[in-house]
């Protein structure tokens, strides 16, 4: 009998604990003192023999009915860091979560950049992975995230049609290249990558580098720019010491696939999607105006939802483990479910009111069951609320609002995956959720310790 998705994310996490001792240490920095060039390319080649090319990755994709379990995956670049916001919440709105694993599996890597024999290009891609698997260590285990690889780049046909459809999608909609909101978003995911990439790298280098970029710099300013980065190097919560030789890196910009990638893998799992990226919502909206974006598009939207601010992760997976805060999953696998059932051209005002009140009245009813587990909480001396030595600690509360987004799927992707007889793939379009986070920084935090114990 083959292996689950599950057992094969556990067999790796089993691997990652033994190569970095993870359990023995309680910071970041203590740990970061294991990661070593020589343990990155162990770590990779553990990877590709874990997730191996002859596995069946259509197959090992979880697959749950809408009705009666709701599950979302996450579309967006994510690191170590920001997905303790993206996954710690949205739990509570979603059963479970699937999210697509940070590494780049060896097996389908360019000989030039394979990770296995040049993990120093990987080591800042790695270090940010390796925050990543540690913080959702709890959450995989208990079955809640389920880690997966995006089955189209394990098949050619497949991701060759689904690339043709994402090229002429953008052929027929060039305007989203100019837009104004798309552009400011690349950018900013881009500048960090460019600050990132000048980890480690010699104060000269840099300086070499920054030159070349702004050639109207005077020298004091090259100079001054140069140390405020190897300032920030060090300031860095993911820092690690890899000394000042390593001067080439791999940067990369992973959402987890295109917009049609993630619309086929909601059809084949059953999930909707869900995504905190400006970037791709605005590629979904320029697709077209769609019975659902008209109807449904403010369902979710101003609802002001500030409970689980400033709390540690692990107390975040208690609370889904012991079904607390559980009214609004409940509500949301009504809508889903109604979806799957109905042609929304032809859904009344009336029954979009009554989801959106439905909602709103249980998101009500959660801030009263919040309160009452903090008062708990208190009583019980548990602690709960940010203390100075936490990671990305805030006090100012995250409001989001969370309007759906359509995403009409292309007749020749349906056609495609109905000749090949996956059985479990739907013919529903999917839909997608934005989570947009007025506060840009994370409102959850996590003591390290906490992701391992």
């Known amino acids: ?53 002859n596995l069946n990755r259509y197959e090992l994709l979880p697959k749950n009915n809408p009705s009666q379990k709701l599950t979302s995956i996450f579309h967006g670049y994510s690191d170590g860091n920001s997905i303790i916001n993206n996954v710690a919440r949205y739990s509570l709105y979603s059963d479970e979560i699937l999210i697509f694993h940070p590494l780049q599996n060896p097996n389908i890597t360019s000989p030039d950049y394979n990770p296995i024999y040049k993990p120093h290009l990987w080591r800042l891609e790695f270090v940010d992975a390796l ?14 995230v389920h880690l997966i690889e995006n089955p189209f780049n394990f098949d050619s046909e497949a991701y060759s049609t689904l690339k043709e459809e994402a090229r002429r999608r953008v052929e027929l909609n060039p305007e989203i290249m100019t837009d104004p909101e ?59 010491d890899f000394g000042e030789d390593q001067m080439e890196s791999v940067s990369l910009n992973d959402s987890g696939g295109s917009i049609e990638m993630i619309d086929a893998i909601c059809k084949l799992t059953g999930a909707i999607s869900y995504t905190s990226q400006v970037s791709i919502k605005r590629q979904l909206e320029f697709r077209g105006t769609n019975p659902f974006w008209t109807k449904f598009g403010s369902l979710y939207s101003g609802l002001d939802l500030t409970y689980l601010d400033n709390v540690d992760t692990s107390f975040a997976l208690h609370i889904r483990e012991e079904n607390r805060i559980s009214g609004m999953r ?14 929304l051209d032809k859904l009344s005002d009336d029954k979009i009111l009554h989801f959106n009140d439905k909602i709103k009245e249980e998101v009500k009813r959660s801030e009263v069951e ?73 409102s959850f935090y996590t003591e390290f310790k906490n992701c391992i114990f």
């Open 131 to 144: 925050y990543f698997y540690i913080v959702l260590q709890k959450w995989v285990r208990s079955g809640i």
């Open 330 to 343: 409940k509500a949301l696998r009504e809508v889903s479910s109604f979806i799957e059932q109905t042609e």
């Open 182 to 240: 798309f552009k400011m978003d690349i950018n900013k995911m881009n500048d960090e990558k460019l600050r990132r990439s000048f980890f480690g790298l010699p104060l000269k280098a840099i300086e070499v580098t920054i030159s070349k970029a702004f050639p109207s710099y005077s020298t004091n300013e090259v100079t001054n720019l140069a140390l405020s980065f190897k300032r920030r190097e060090k300031e860095h919560p993911m820092y690690v």
């Open 1 to 53: 009998m083959s292996e689950s998705n599950r057992q094969l994310n556990i067999k790796f996490y089993d691997e990652l604990n033994r190569i970095f001792k993870i359990k023995k240490y309680k910071t970041w920095q203590e740990l970061a003192k294991e990661v070593t060039i020589e343990k990155i390319a162990e770590t990779y080649n553990v990877f590709g023999q874990i997730f191996s090319t």
């Open 370 to 442: 919040w309160m009452k587990i903090i008062d708990d909480a208190k009583k019980f001396n548990i602690t709960t609320i940010a203390s100075a030595s936490t990671i990305g600690a805030l006090l100012d509360p995250t409001k989001i609002i969370v309007p759906a987004v359509g995403i009409p799927s292309g007749i020749i992707i349906s056609e495609y995956f109905k000749n090949r007889g996956l059985k479990s793939y739907r013919n529903k379009d999917a839909y997608s959720v934005f989570v947009d986070l007025k506060n840009k920084r994370p």
